[in-house]
């Protein structure tokens, strides 16, 4: 499966749209949605193929009275080269779509904003470049943000399903995930209570907590905050 034909894929639906999807608000959402779509109805239409063709040929080589069973030898190579190579195929070009996404979402732009990220059982600390620390991760609009993650103990596992990202937080060693929030994406799920809207400007640290100094228009962040992000 060649990129043209894989850039094709953007002519389908986007299972973004779907009831059951919370909507992509990165950048890299769409091209997450975009595969998964793309495996689910290959999976499906597989697994329906499948079980009806198994279903025809049990009624049709069903034991009857007056009929002989028929024994054969030979083999077809033709069909046999088809259903082999039609699906390895098909998983090259799912390979193919996977690596791709997996190097652009590991290679953070030079110029991200970095956060550094702690776990520890049951909370997250949130460390920003100007010192502040904060159990709440807030992210600046249309700017590439780069999270390096650790824990205190244990795995743990920072999950933002909005931004499609997900990344395990190891003791003893440090790992990275990065996204980008577009400004038109601000306002996207105002419903949902794990969600937080703001506009402010940069975080300011004060006394050992994390404030924010809106007499300060220099930097003038459009905020996306998030204080959950899975265990």
Request: one cysteine or more.
């Amino acid at each position: 499966m060649t990129p043209s034909v894989l850039s094709n894929l953007n002519g389908l639906p986007a299972l973004a749209d779907a009831r059951w999807f919370r909507p992509g608000v990165s950048t890299t959402a769409h091209n997450v949605d975009q595969m998964f779509f793309f495996i689910s109805v290959v999976c499906v239409f597989f697994f329906v193929l499948i079980i009806a063709l198994m279903a025809w040929f049990m009624w049709i080589y069903r034991k009857r009275p007056g009929h002989r069973e028929q024994y054969s030898q030979h083999h077809n190579n033709t069909l046999e080269v088809t259903w082999s190579v039609i699906p390895l195929l098909i998983v090259i070009g799912m390979f193919y779509m996977g690596f791709t996404g997996y190097i652009d979402m590991q290679n953070a732009p030079a110029d991200a904003y970095e956060i550094e990220v702690e776990a520890s059982k049951w909370q997250w600390s949130f460390r920003y470049p100007n010192g502040a620390t904060s159990p709440v991760l807030h992210v600046p609009a249309d700017r590439p943000v780069k999270l390096i993650l650790s824990s205190k103990d244990v795995i743990h596992s920072l999950y933002i399903p909005a931004f499609r990202v997900k990344m395990d937080c190891v003791p003893g060693r440090y790992t990275y995930m990065w996204f980008n929030i577009p400004k038109e994406y601000i306002s996207a799920d105002h419903t949902d209570p794990t969600f937080d809207n703001d506009v402010a400007n940069d975080v300011k640290y004060s006394d050992g907590s994390a404030t924010y100094d809106e007499a300060d228009p220099q930097m003038g962040y459009d905020l996306f905050c998030t204080e959950y992000c899975g265990t």
